[in-house]
Nanobody
């Protein structure tokens, strides 16, 4: 099994920056994609950004130009640098990873428990 633990959330004012971290641990053979999703109150969970083991990235339109996802493969850790935060960025941010726990296993999706980001105006 793979465990994901997020950190870095909190209450901030609009316009400031925040960095989220997510560390994967447990039985890890390989992790292909790591990413961040968010879920605001009353809304569905949505992709914020994701990154492959090779460094390819995808961003939601709302994140382009303000957020940067990065990854340390040696540490199985993914980061989300969020700049110029807006009140509409308020949500629970979830870490996601797609990977295998051993060579013969199929790839599975793993989720963290989430970290709350609240942006006040």
């Amino acid at each position: 099994q793979v465990q994901l633990v997020e950190s870095g959330g909190g209450l901030v004012q609009a316009g400031v920056s925040l960095r989220l971290s997510c560390a994967a641990s447990g039985s890890i053979f390989s992790i292909n994609v790591m990413g961040w999703y968010r879920q605001a109150p009353g809304k569905q969970r949505e992709l914020v950004a994701r990154i492959t083991s090779g460094g390819s990235t995808n961003y939601a339109d709302s994140a382009k130009g303000r957020f940067t996802i990065s990854r340390d493969n040696a540490k199985n850790t993914v980061y989300l640098q969020m700049n110029s935060l807006k009140p509409e960025d308020t949500a629970v941010y979830y870490c996601h990873a797609s990977g295998r726990s051993h060579p013969l296993s199929v790839a599975m999706d793993y989720w963290g428990k989430g970290t709350l980001v609240t942006v006040s105006s």
